[in-house]
């Protein structure tokens, strides 16, 4: 799958964490805020499990001499929890102690892991404050756990959701996800806690942006989320406009199955990849020798 690398590196701030803090260095010069994943998810051994918490805790001390506030999104599959609750609660209150101002917020996978997440952060929350969570506009419970983190003030990044899940939980159709993101967003930013819009889509980005003027919503209040390397346009844009805009930035070996969803959700990204096989196979390319 070394192939798919040069289809990766868009959208991965590199292989290694030396590599990864220059280029996170270089976007909280430039005005925007991170989120910083340690690539990784379904370790099915405790040392995986460990060494995954470790890389956070040397990123914490690494990103410490920025002086800038960091939220570090992690995966419970990456922490353990397919292996047991109890390992990865332990990994992640480890984390937790670690960040002190620094927030820790656990990425929404798969929705067999829908539950056991919220679980855990809601169950942490209650007495460490800085953790956050991640709800999916295309789950059609959301509009319940929206209820569920507003009434306990927890922050909370909504996206569509990046999964494939079936139509008895999942609303499949664009307008659909569209009109629950929506709906959950405005409540978010009306009752929530710090949210975090997570979305390229241009569409919703307008109707919130107005929603937000309309109600007056500080601009403190909340922020703009979008992906490393995805519509760096947006990301300029939301940043003139004086709103908050923080970057999800990956970085790690494990780079496979995020490049896999992000290669999914275009099909255009499809085409991309395709032809740059065929240049290699054939020899095409710009620099190539005839
Ligand atoms: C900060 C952030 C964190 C996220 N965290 C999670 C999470 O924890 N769990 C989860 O399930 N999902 C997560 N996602 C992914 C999300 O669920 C969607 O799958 C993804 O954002 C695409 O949806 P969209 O809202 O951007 O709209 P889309 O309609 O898919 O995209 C809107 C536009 O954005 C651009 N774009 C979007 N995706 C790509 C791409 N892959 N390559 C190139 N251009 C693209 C295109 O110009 C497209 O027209 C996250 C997304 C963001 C932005």
């Known amino acids: 799958m070394r192939i798919l690398y040069p289809f990766a590196k868009r959208f991965i701030a590199g292989e290694d964490r030396q590599t990864a803090l220059k280029n996170i260095k270089s976007l909280y010069e430039q005005g925007f805020l991170c989120t910083v994943d340690v690539l990784g998810e379904s370790v099915h051994t405790e040392d995986q499990a460990v060494a995954a918490k470790n890389e956070y805790l040397n990123l914490l001390k690494d990103i410490e001499t920025f002086h800038r506030p960091v939220d570090l999104s992690a995966k419970v599959s990456a922490l353990g929890m397919d292996i047991s609750y109890d390992l990865c609660k332990k990994n992640v209150e480890e984390l937790i102690d670690a960040v002190r101002h620094h927030t820790v917020r656990f990425d929404m996978e798969g929705s067999d892991l829908t539950e056991r997440t919220l679980k855990l952060g809601l169950e942490l929350q209650k007495n460490h404050r800085n953790l956050g969570v991640v709800l999916q506009a295309y789950l059609r419970r959301t509009g319940e756990d929206v209820q569920s983190v507003i009434n306990q003030g927890v922050s909370t990044r909504l996206c569509k959701g990046a999964y494939k899940e079936p139509e008895t939980i999942a609303y499949q159709s664009m307008d659909q996800i569209r009109e629950n993101f929506l709906k959950q967003a405005f409540r978010l930013l009306k009752e929530g806690h710090l949210p975090a819009i997570a979305t390229h889509d241009e569409i919703l980005i307008e109707q919130i942006s107005r929603f937000i003027e309309k109600e007056n919503i ?73």
Do not use: M
Not at 226 to 244: F, H
Not at 271 to 276: A, H, T
């Open 218 to 290: 500080s601009h403190d209040s909340f922020y703009f989320e979008l992906l490393y390397g995805v519509r760096r346009d947006i990301q300029q844009a939301l940043l003139g406009k004086g709103y908050q805009v923080r970057i999800y930035v990956p970085y790690g070996k494990a780079w496979l199955p995020y490049t896999l969803r992000r290669l999914a959700e275009r099909k255009e990204n499809i085409l991309f990849v395709l032809k740059s096989l065929v240049r290699e196979t054939f020899g095409l390319g710009k620099f190539s020798k005839s």
